[in-house]
C-alpha cells in the first residue's frame, strides 16, 4: 500500500490534481495582496511629414519628431468590498521638433511631465465577486483533497484485490505443487503394487493419467501467478523486471464490528457526501451570479490626479534633473485634478432571457440537491452491504476451514487403506480431488474475507481490526 501511494501512477496522478487546486487556492488568495506593475516606454520615437490647411491658401507640410522615455507604476489594491484602489505615477519626459516649411525654421523644446493619480472603483447593489471568487477557490480545493482521500482508499483497495489476487494465485501454485508430489508418490506406489501382482495394470495406467493431468494443472497455476504477479507489479509502480512474491501463511486477526457505528461513521466521513455539499454550494453560486445579471447595479468612479510639467522656458539643453525639479515644483502649485461618476444600471427588458437562464441555474441546484439525497441512501446501502458481505464471508471461512480438516484425515485414511489393498486407486484419486477442492475453497473464501474486510475500511473509512478513523476526527 506504501509503495503503491508512492510510486503508483495513479496516486502520483492524484497529488498532481492536489496540488494545482492547492495553487488555484493560493493564486486567489495572492490576488487580494497589493500588485505592483510597471510600464515602460523607453524611447518611444516618432517623426514624420504633417499636412497643415491654411485658409484659402496651399497647406503646409511641416516635419514633427517626438522622442520620449515614460514610465508609469502602478499600485493595485483589491477591496473586500468589490472594489479596488489604484494608484499610479507617470514620469515622462518629452523632446519635440518642429521644421516649419514656410520659415525653413527648425524649433526644439524639451518637457518632463510629472503625475501623481488615484483611482477608486466600487461596484454596489451586486454580489461579492471576489469573495464568491475566494470561496468558490476554497470549496475546489477542499473537493480536490476530499477526492483525493477517497480515490487513495480506492488505491488501497485496488492494491488489496491485486495484492490477495497474488495471494491466491500463489496458494493455488502450492496447492498444485502439493499435488503433483502426492500424484507422484501414488503413481509409485501404484507402479510398485503392479509390479508385485497386487493390483491390476489399468490402475497403474489411470495414476499415470492423474500425474500428467496434475503436471499440467501446475503449468496452468505457473503461468496464472506470473500474471498477477506483473498486474500488481503495474499497481504498485513498479517495473515489470522486478520481482514480487507474497507470503501466504498469514493468520486471520478476529476482530468485533457495531454496525451502528459503521454507517454512522461513513456517513460522517465519505468523501461523496461532502462532495455533493459543495457542489450544492456552487451550483447556488451559480445561481446568484445568474440572477443578478439583470439586477439593479450600481458603480462609484473617482480618481484624485496631481501632474506637474516642467517650465517651457528652460533652455533645450537642460539636464534631466532640472526638469524633473521643475515639473515636481509645479506638480506642488498647479490645482488638483478629481472627479466623482456614479453609474446605475437599470434593467427593463430582455425577452425573458435573464428569467430562463435563472430558472435552467435553480433547475441545475435542484438537481444537485436530489443527487446529495440519493447519494447519502447509497452510501448507507454500500456500507451495509459490506457488513454483510463481511459477515457472509467470516461464516463461510469458518465452515470450510473445518471442511479441510474433514478432506485431509479423509485423504490421510484413504491413503493408507489403499497402501493396505482396502480401495482402487480410482478410490484414492476421488479422495485427493476432494481435498484439492476443499483446499481451494477454503482459499476461494479466505480471499473474499480479506477484500470484504478491505471493502468495509474503504466504504467506512474505519478500521475496526485496529480500531483506528482512516480520516482526521473534526475538531
Not at 150 to 176: C, H, K, M, P, W
Not at 208 to 224: C, P
Not at 310 to 338: I, M, Q
Request: proline share 3%; net charge positive; no cysteine.
Amino acid at each position: 500500500m506504501d509503495l503503491a501511494l508512492k510510486e503508483g501512477y495513479e496516486a502520483r496522478s492524484l497529488r498532481l490534481d492536489l496540488l494545482r487546486a492547492e495553487q488555484d487556492m493560493a493564486s486567489v488568495r495572492r490576488s487580494f495582496l497589493p500588485n505592483l506593475a510597471a510600464l515602460l516606454y523607453t524611447p518611444n520615437f516618432s517623426e514624420g511629414v504633417t499636412s497643415i490647411p491654411q485658409p484659402n491658401q496651399l497647406p503646409i507640410y511641416n516635419t514633427t519628431g517626438t522622442l520620449a522615455w515614460n514610465g508609469y507604476l502602478t499600485l493595485t489594491q483589491a477591496l473586500p468590498t468589490n472594489g479596488t484602489l489604484q494608484i499610479t505615477s507617470n514620469l515622462q519626459q518629452q523632446r519635440q521638433s518642429v521644421f516649419n516649411d514656410a520659415l525653413a525654421a527648425n524649433t526644439k523644446t524639451k518637457r518632463f511631465f510629472t503625475s501623481l493619480r488615484v483611482d477608486f472603483r466600487q461596484f454596489l447593489l451586486v454580489p461579492n465577486k471576489q469573495r464568491l471568487r475566494l470561496e468558490q477557490a476554497r470549496l475546489r480545493l477542499e473537493q480536490a483533497q476530499r477526492q483525493f482521500t477517497r480515490i487513495q482508499l480506492n488505491v488501497i483497495y485496488d492494491v488489496t484485490a491485486g495484492f490477495y489476487a497474488l495471494y491466491s494465485a500463489t496458494r493455488r501454485l502450492e496447492i498444485a505443487r502439493e499435488n503433483v508430489t502426492q500424484q507422484e508418490q501414488l503413481f509409485d506406489l501404484a507402479r510398485k503394487k503392479f509390479d508385485a501382482g497386487l493390483v491390476p495394470e489399468v490402475e497403474t495406467l489411470q495414476a499415470e493419467v492423474d500425474l500428467a493431468r496434475s503436471r499440467n494443472a501446475l503449468l496452468e497455476a505457473e503461468g496464472n501467478a506470473f500474471r498477477f504477479a506483473d498486474q500488481l507489479k503495474l499497481t504498485l509502480g513498479l517495473q515489470l523486471s522486478d520481482s514480487v512474491a507474497v507470503r501466504t501463511d498469514f493468520a486471520l486477526k478476529p476482530f468485533e464490528v457495531d454496525a451502528n457505528r459503521a454507517v454512522e461513521h461513513g456517513l460522517q466521513h465519505r468523501a461523496e457526501i461532502r462532495e455533493d455539499e459543495i457542489s450544492l454550494r456552487m451550483a447556488e453560486i451559480a445561481l446568484r451570479r445568474v440572477d443578478a445579471q439583470t439586477a439593479l447595479k450600481g458603480e462609484i468612479r473617482a480618481f484624485y490626479d496631481r501632474t506637474g510639467i516642467s517650465d517651457p522656458f528652460l533652455p533645450y539643453g537642460v539636464g534631466a534633473r532640472d526638469l524633473f525639479d521643475s515639473s515636481w515644483e509645479d506638480l506642488k502649485h498647479r490645482p488638483r485634478n478629481l472627479g466623482v461618476t456614479f453609474l446605475l444600471t437599470v434593467p427593463i427588458w430582455d425577452w425573458g432571457v435573464n428569467r430562463a437562464e435563472v430558472a435552467s441555474a435553480r433547475a441545475a441546484l435542484d438537481r444537485v440537491g436530489l443527487f446529495g439525497k440519493q447519494d447519502r441512501l447509497e452510501v448507507d446501502r454500500q456500507i451495509r452491504s459490506a457488513l454483510t458481505r463481511l459477515r457472509e464471508a467470516r461464516s463461510r471461512l469458518d465452515v470450510l476451514k473445518k471442511s479441510e480438516a474433514v478432506a485431509l484425515r479423509s485423504y490421510e485414511i484413504s491413503r493408507a487403506r489403499f497402501e493396505n489393498g482396502g480401495i482402487t486407486v480410482q478410490d484414492l484419486a476421488l479422495k485427493r480431488d476432494s481435498l484439492t477442492g476443499a483446499r481451494l475453497d477454503y482459499l476461494n473464501a479466505y480471499i473474499q474475507y480479506q477484500t470484504a474486510v478491505a471493502d468495509l475500511k474503504r466504504q467506512t473509512l474505519y478500521d475496526f481490526e485496529n480500531d483506528r478513523s482512516l480520516v482526521p476526527e473534526s475538531k
